[in-house]
């Protein structure tokens, strides 16, 4: 995922229910195709977070990062994704987005996190990738009945936190049960970081490749573009 041109993120904070998060943020020149926000596993913001973002503005999306469960405790509850949440949406709300030009990518543990937003909110697009948790038990949220926002979720086949039954019954129960798609995927053969472009190994290079093409067209087909200066015009010529 690595571009010739590295936009440098900006390092700022973010103030929800419980406490400051540290977050970094890339804005775009022009007309952005919309806003991502980037939920990240424990020590993600130090990790791999500066190149994800990076490959959102190569693809034409504003972000914003955030690591929202820095205890080292695994995802937070639902009650707390939902303050963090809210304020993640107020601050792209400041930045003119509204909630169907935002689209939510959660990594790991953030994952987790990403997959209850997808419950609590109406928004463009949700992707999840690897959405369970590190060394920990089998995480996958029994308390996630339905979303509302289209999901799609993607898992390595051999990430011990994500049984092949477990996977399939959530597959299952989000499908039956959900009024938007959602959809989930399992790479046979690789870990929790299959996502992680930094492998020689075939395999996981691979499901690396596929995952990400994946999260770009589920992000493009689902989040809704900011009108460009002449196309507001237009509206406004034909409102009046």
Request: proline share 6%.
């Amino acid at each position: 995922m690595s571009q010739a041109l590295r936009i440098e993120p900006v390092e700022g904070t973010m103030t929800a229910g419980d406490g400051e998060h540290r977050v970094l943020e890339i804005s775009l020149p022009g007309v952005p195709r919309g806003l991502v926000v980037l939920l990240c596993d424990d020590g993600g913001l130090a990790g791999h977070a500066g190149e994800v973002l990076n490959d959102l503005a190569h693809h034409g999306y504003e972000s914003l990062a955030v690591e929202v469960a820095g205890d080292g405790r695994g995802p937070l509850p639902p009650d707390a994704v939902l303050v963090a949440l809210q304020a993640l949406l107020a601050r792209a709300a400041e930045r003119g987005w509204s909630p169907e030009q935002v689209g939510v990518l959660g990594v790991g543990s953030g994952g987790l996190q990403a997959l209850v937003a997808a419950a609590l909110f109406e928004l463009g697009a949700v992707v999840s990738l690897s959405p369970t948790r590190r060394g920990g038990a089998v995480a996958l949220p029994d308390v996630v009945a339905t979303v509302r926002t289209p999901w799609l979720g993607l898992f390595g086949a051999d990430d011990p936190s994500a049984p092949v039954e477990e996977v399939r019954a959530l597959g299952r129960r989000l499908e039956g049960a959900s009024d938007v798609f959602t959809a989930v995927v399992r790479y046979p053969g690789v870990g929790r970081d299959w996502y992680r472009s930094d492998t020689s190994d075939g395999v996981s290079y691979a499901a690396s490749y596929d995952g990400w093409e994946r999260v770009f067209e589920w992000l493009g087909a689902r989040v809704a573009p900011r009108l460009t200066p002449l196309a507001e015009q237009w509206r406004a010529h034909q409102g009046a």
